[in-house]
């Protein structure tokens, strides 16, 4: 018996619909249920006789298939069954693919919950038949959709929900591999706005979509929580509310068991410490401890990456630069004489490099060589003195691998220059990488880095060959998401703007930066007129 043999499935979090169309994937032999509620849950019911021939093994069977499926298309799923509905109901055989879209849209907009079936029908030719319960009177939001659309009652709209209307001999037909005429069937085109198949308890509440021309608050927008290791941007003016929306957003995290790692340039998160058990460092009394000498990894790649990262961030060179060669050099004599290469773990400080470096200093060198030796020097000198020695002294220093479990704020103030805290954030920023690198975890969003004032750490301008860009791009894949936020998109990394999936624009003021906003998010000029005006709302 058909209906017997046949399972509801939930369909949740589709990442990647191919070609923007999920529903192709889910035409036959399936009947299709929305259910719209604030926002949409979309079932399937999985006809088995129809797809194996047999009932034996079955469960097996469809979890196979459901795997297949899943994993082709990037969805998850869970075996639910949809709740009971009532309220009107109404009926129509005609649709176009974007009718349906629209009609979800609209619902959705408009507040009304709803439940759409949809069920392949025959009728002279092939058809799908829609039957819509709705909380409320909408026949005349439906006939803007459909032309032919007729009211029917409870127990129609039943026979649906139980498959009825499909003609089951004609569905087991249809289940044949290729059928002459089936290739040109007009298959479901329904594109459901993927910011509305999130599940709360998956995603963070990050404000209402207000509906564009009326100015309604309709939905809540959710910001799917294993997106955020494909990174979040968050771009405004000075003062438009970004910390207290990143604020927000580690909150949330903390709630669902994401720690963050907070590079805080202005003391902006220490309250959050006693709100959500956080642990507060700083430079001046609760230290915290850094060795950058400290190889995270192979000592010899670690040099090297290292040296990178001064050439970058010290002296704004290029990766592979002269200023690496002088770089790597100390290093290496450093690692040398220690026999860091053999194992020892009496790992050099940065005041042995800054030895290092004065010696070198000493010397002659070419003006080049001067200036990069010079850059160097006054970053170090200036961590030389007072509380920061004591901070980076350390030969071991805090651990990656703890500083991962739990929310950690890093109060950057005391460091200086902007220099040293690029140079502290980089340097940290690698060292996670590698850590994560050499780990096995992948993909799975377990920790986020908030980094404030980000335009100095990923740089517009030489960024193809950025190691720092490189990591930023890369961490994705290593369980890290990061929250970068400036108040300059036009001077934060272009690479790092195509390399980030999630942007909250807020009162932007300046050309430049709109512009750059404009072209990632493909802004309108109205829209971008828009931004000027905006005061604290948020646009994802
Ligand atoms: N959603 C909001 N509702 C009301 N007030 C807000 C909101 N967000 C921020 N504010 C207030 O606006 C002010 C600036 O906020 P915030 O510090 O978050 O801005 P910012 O963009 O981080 O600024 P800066 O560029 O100076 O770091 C603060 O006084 C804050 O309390
Ligand atoms: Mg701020």
Sequence with gaps: MLLKASKFIRIYEISRPKEGNFLRAVNFPFSTIVDINRFV?????????????????????????LEAMSSEYDFRWVEETPKDFSGS????????????????????????RARILLALKPQGKWLCSLAIASDREILHLLKTHFSSVRRINERTFRKAANGSLINPKLLKRLTLQKMPGVAGLPVLDLKIPVRFTFEPKNAL???????????????????????????????????????????????????????????????????????????????R??????????????????????????????????????????????????????????????????????????????????????????SALKLFRSLAVGKTREAFSVREGVSIAGLLERTVIIELDALGDPVAKAFFISVLLQKVRNFRLSRPERDELRHVIVI?????????????????????????????????????????????????????????????????????????????????????????
């Design 452 to 540: 404030e004032e980000a335009q100095n750490v990923l740089k517009q301008g030489s960024e193809a060959s950025s190691i720092i860009t490189a990591t930023y791009r890369e961490i994705r894949s290593l369980c890290e998401g990061i929250i970068a936020i400036t108040q300059m998109p036009s001077e934060f990394s272009k690479d790092a703007l195509a390399n980030t999936n999630t942007f909250f624009v807020m009162r932007l003021v300046h050309g430049e930066d709109k512009k750059v906003v404009r072209d990632i998010l493909g802004l309108s000029s109205e829209q971008l007129r828009i931004l000027e005006h905006l005061e604290r709302v948020l646009h994802s």
């Design 205 to 283: 509440k990050v404000g209402k979509i207000i509906h564009f021309t009326t100015g309604k608050e309709t939905v809540d927008a959710f910001l799917p929580v294993q997106r955020i290791n494909q990174h979040v941007a968050i771009l405004a003016t000075t003062g438009a509310g970004k910390t207290n929306l990143c604020r927000y957003l580690v909150i949330e995290l903390h709630r669902k068991g994401i720690p963050c790692l907070i590079f805080d340039w202005k003391r902006d998160y220490g309250y959050l410490a006693a709100l959500i058990d956080a642990e507060l460092y700083d430079f």
């Design 285 to 374: 009394e609760n230290l915290f401890t850094f060795n950058p000498l400290k190889p995270a990894g192979d000592p010899a790649m670690w040099a090297k990456e290292l040296a990178n990262i001064m050439a970058e961030v010290i002296s704004g060179s290029a990766y592979g630069s002269g200023a690496f060669s002088v770089y790597v050099k100390l290093i290496d004599e450093l690692y040398r004489e220690r026999g860091i290469y053999d194992g020892s773990r009496n790992y050099p400080t940065v005041f042995d490099l800054l030895e290092k470096l004065e010696n070198l200093s000493r010397q002659k060198l070419s003006e080049r060589e001067r200036n990069w030796v010079a």
């Design 41 to 65: 849950r979309l079932y399937i019911e999985v006809f088995s006789t129809s797809l194996f021939n047999r009932e034996k093994d079955l469960d097996k069977k469809f979890r196979r298939m």
């Design 89 to 112: 109901f109404f009926y129509t055989a005609t649709y176009s693919d974007s009718q349906i879209a629209d009609l979800v849209e609209t619902l959705i907009l408009n507040g009304v």
